[in-house]
Each structure stands twice: as structure tokens, then as C-alpha cells.
């Protein structure tokens, strides 16, 4: 069994003290910035005395965290895939990050990567995430936390004034975490030139509207983006921030908050109980928890951003019972048409389960090489997935081509050889750029083929509830 022993690493923010693990550094918890309620971040870049980032810090406060709603069969699902026997800390001290780093790591690559969770939930600790994986193959991997539901996106006139924009909080996080990993990671052995952002369900969606955001030119080189990539659906689209802030408004007066100030100053469960008495009574609650049109991230509809992303190297993926599915499969396509991106479909039922079939995030264990520490009975062939996947993603994040073969001179290695981790046979299958056929994963092959719209449009309509 695998021990943590104590690393070190003094850098010009400060000294860290972290875990040790076979062929990885871990430090975790590092806060990045700090940020009062309803209050943009401000970048955190040094310390006094030894920081101990041997342990996560709190997730961001969350609905889940008190009104756990498990009677809802979805949350009830996705809990018991994730979160199941895990205890979280929530506080508002939550914008923290982890960094995963090789032994004597110097100027590898580096992918930093944000959870999803609907803008609602979500934090890095989850048993699915674990940035070991990229380490060991010379990835500096690194995850961040941002805030999320009513912390994360509540827009109000009193914060525009102070501001000038108003919103967002929890994209304007994200940003904020970006930066600081281009400013400081070169201390952990990290290239700064060479960064991939990546993330998952509302974390692609952010990645997503942050490659149509000026305020990121020249912070990273590619984008991995995971269920959720391309034009979304209009009903989801950001709208501009004065739009939403009747609801806002309107939850305030009918809970006797007289000013953003006492809003402030509540207790966040007693925030929450309230926000839970407001959502019972009113429809369409998760659209004023998203990202805005702010005029300082997102400056246009993304009907008009998404005409000229940044110039990156993209890479993007859905599964067969994605949210959405036939949806999400025909945006992502074309996004990856427009843009030369790789795309993959990931086509492997979640074992012993035919009704939720490749369900939302299933292929996030596989992404992370966490299989072990699920529920389900994966076969060799998912972990020599896993590891094919972890693969082609390092390698995409060194090179920009996922089919890097010859590794000397890139920094990368290969996973350990007595690894439950290991590739399949060579040759591996050449995944191709372009966006007219994906890299289809499945039981019994993979190889470029065109997506099976029938089966995607059939799963959206019949499959089971974590859509």
C-alpha cells in the first residue's frame, strides 16, 4: 500500500510542505487568492512560515453541502458515483488548488483542469479526481476550486457600481486561478508557455467561454474540454448580468434582506436555508446560478464569440448518454470542424448498468485512472482505456498532437510498467483532427468512425436520469 512521506519545495512565494508519493509531489490546498462574499478575487502570492499543503482545503459552501436532496434520483446516482463515504469541509476560504507534480519535474507541461457540477456544486476532492496519472507520465497537473451557486454568480447594481461589471465571480475565480498558475508554476518545475486547460460539464462550458474571452490570450496553448463544448443550446446561453438580477432581487424582498450588505453578512447556512425556501417556489432556479454576459469576461453573445475562439489547439469529448446527447454530439462536432480539434465519442456502457448506458462524467474515472476506487467492476480492457486515455491527453498536452509516439525529447514517460494501468497492444489507433468522424471508444474497439446519431438520439430519449 502506497504512504504519503513529507516533500518540500521553497519557492519564491514561500516554503510548502506536500506528500510524497511514488513518482509524484503532491501539494494541495494552496490558496491562490482570497475573495470576500460577492467580492472579486484577489491573487494570493506569498506567505509567512512553512505552508502545509499536505491536505485539501474547503470546497466552496454548496447546496449539497446541507440539502443533500437525495431523494432525487439524479443526485442520489451522482453521489454514490463520486462522493459516496467521502466527508467534505465547506468554507468560504475555498479558492485553493492542487498541484501534482513529477520528481525533479523541470519545465514539463502543465494542464490545469476545473470540476463540474452544473455551477452549483462541485470541488476537486471528489474520489474521481487525481492528477497522479499525468505526474507520473512528466504532466504537472494541477485542479482548482471556484465558487459556485449563489457565491459564484448572484449579480447585483451594488456590485457594478463598486466593480463596473457585476457577475461571475466564479469564472472571474477561474481566471484568476489561470494567471496565477502562468505567473508561479515555473517554481514547481512547470512550463508556463505550455499550458492546457481543461475541465468537465460546467468546467469544459467555463473552459469554453474563456477561450472566447480576450482576457486569456496568451495565459495557455490548448483546451480539453469534456461534455461540453461548442454553441449550447440557446435556453442555456449566458444573458447580460442586469437581466438576471430580478431574481435576485426578488429573493432578497421576499426573505426581508434589505441590502446586499446584510446579505453579506448572514451566516452562509442561513443564506442557503433561505435560497432552498426560494427555489421550492420558483421555476428555472439553475439559470441565474451560470455564467452572465458581464462586459469584462464575456463581452458579446456567444452566438458571436464562438465565431472566432482563441487560436488554440483543441480537444474536446462526449459519451453516449451525455447530457443532451444528440445535442451535445452535433455542437461538439462542429465546434471541432470549425476549429481542426480532435473529438472523441466515448461508447462504453458503464458496467452492469443498461439503463444509464455511458452516462454524464462516466468518463472521468477513466480520464483520471481512478477505476479502482469506484463501485463498478471494471474489465482489463477499461483500465487499458484508462491508460490509452491518459495517453493521448499528455501527450496532447505536450505536443498538441494526441498520437505523440516518440516521447524522448518531449519530457513525457510512460506509466509504470507493473502499472494495473497499461496500454493496449501497439499499434495504437492515429486519432485523427478534424471533427467529421471521432476516436469511438468502445468494448470492442477504437478507431475513427462517424458518430451513430440513432443510438445518441434513442439514449436521450429513453436512457436513465444522469443526463
Known amino acids: 500500500m502506497e504512504t504519503d512521506m513529507d516533500t518540500f519545495l521553497q519557492t519564491n512565494m514561500g516554503r510548502l510542505k506536500g506528500n510524497a508519493k511514488e513518482g509524484c509531489n503532491e501539494f494541495l490546498g494552496i490558496r491562490f487568492a482570497k475573495a470576500g462574499r460577492f467580492e472579486y478575487a484577489v491573487p494570493v502570492d506569498s506567505w509567512e512560515g512553512e505552508y502545509d499543503a499536505t491536505d485539501f482545503g474547503p470546497a466552496c459552501p454548496q447546496t449539497r453541502g446541507y ?67 499525468y505526474a507520473r507520465q512528466g504532466i504537472i497537473f494541477v485542479s482548482a476550486a471556484y465558487r459556485v451557486g449563489i457565491l459564484g454568480y448572484l449579480t447585483h447594481e451594488d456590485i457594478y457600481k463598486k466593480y463596473g461589471h457585476a457577475g461571475n465571480f466564479g469564472l472571474d475565480d477561474q481566471l484568476t486561478a489561470i494567471k496565477w498558475v502562468h505567473s508561479h508554476i515555473a517554481e514547481f518545475g512547470g512550463d508556463p508557455d505550455n499550458i492546457t486547460l481543461a475541465g468537465q460539464s460546467a468546467g469544459a462550458i467555463s473552459v469554453q467561454y474563456l477561450c472566447l474571452s480576450e482576457k486569456c490570450r496568451g495565459l495557455f496553448k490548448r483546451a480539453m474540454m469534456f461534455s461540453g463544448a461548442g454553441l449550447f443550446p440557446k435556453f442555456s446561453l449566458p444573458r447580460p448580468a442586469a437581466e438576471r438580477r430580478p431574481y435576485w432581487l426578488e429573493f432578497m424582498k421576499d426573505n426581508g434582506i434589505s441590502s446586499l450588505d446584510e446579505l453579506k453578512r448572514m451566516d452562509v447556512l442561513e443564506v442557503y436555508t433561505r435560497l432552498e425556501k426560494h427555489i421550492a417556489s420558483h421555476k428555472g432556479n439553475v439559470f441565474y446560478t451560470m455564467p452572465v454576459l458581464d462586459d469584462y469576461i464575456l463581452t458579446a453573445p456567444i452566438e458571436e464569440l464562438i465565431k472566432k475562439p482563441l487560436p488554440l489547439d483543441y480537444l474536446i469529448g462526449y459519451s453516449n ?21 480532435y473529438i472523441y465519442y466515448f461508447d462504453i456502457d458503464a458496467p452492469g448498468d443498461s439503463k444509464n448506458a455511458a452516462y454524464h462524467a462516466c468518463d472521468l474515472r477513466y480520464i483520471f485512472g481512478t477505476l479502482e476506487r469506484g463501485t463498478r467492476k471494471y474489465s482489463p480492457h477499461d483500465y487499458e482505456v484508462s491508460a490509452l486515455m491518459a495517453h493521448y491527453f499528455a501527450s496532447f498536452a505536450a505536443s498538441g498532437d494526441p498520437n505523440l509516439k516518440d516521447r524522448a525529447g518531449s519530457g513525457l514517460t510512460d506509466l509504470p510498467g507493473d502499472s494495473l494501468y497499461k496500454l493496449p497492444p501497439s499499434p495504437l489507433p492515429v486519432w485523427e483532427r478534424g471533427g467529421k468522424k471521432a ?9 475513427m468512425a462517424y458518430p451513430n446519431k440513432l443510438k445518441l438520439l434513442w439514449n436521450t430519449l429513453t436512457k436513465g436520469d444522469p443526463k
Request: hydrophobic share 35%; aromatic share 16%; proline share 5%.
Open 439 to 447: 476516436l469511438r471508444i468502445a468494448p470492442d474497439c477504437i478507431k
Open 67 to 133: 440539502f443533500p436532496h437525495f431523494e432525487h434520483p439524479t443526485r442520489r446516482f451522482y453521489h454514490h458515483e463520486f462522493r459516496e463515504g467521502q466527508v467534505f469541509e465547506y468554507g468560504e476560504d475555498c479558492l485553493r488548488l492542487n498541484v501534482y507534480a513529477p520528481q525533479n519535474a523541470k519545465n514539463c507541461p502543465v494542464i490545469l483542469f476545473f470540476y463540474g457540477g452544473g455551477f452549483n456544486s462541485g470541488c476537486t476532492n471528489e474520489s474521481t479526481f487525481d492528477g497522479a496519472i
Open 321 to 341: 448518454n451525455d447530457m443532451y446527447a444528440i445535442i451535445m454530439s452535433n455542437i461538439g462536432h462542429r465546434f471541432a470542424k470549425d476549429n481542426n480539434g
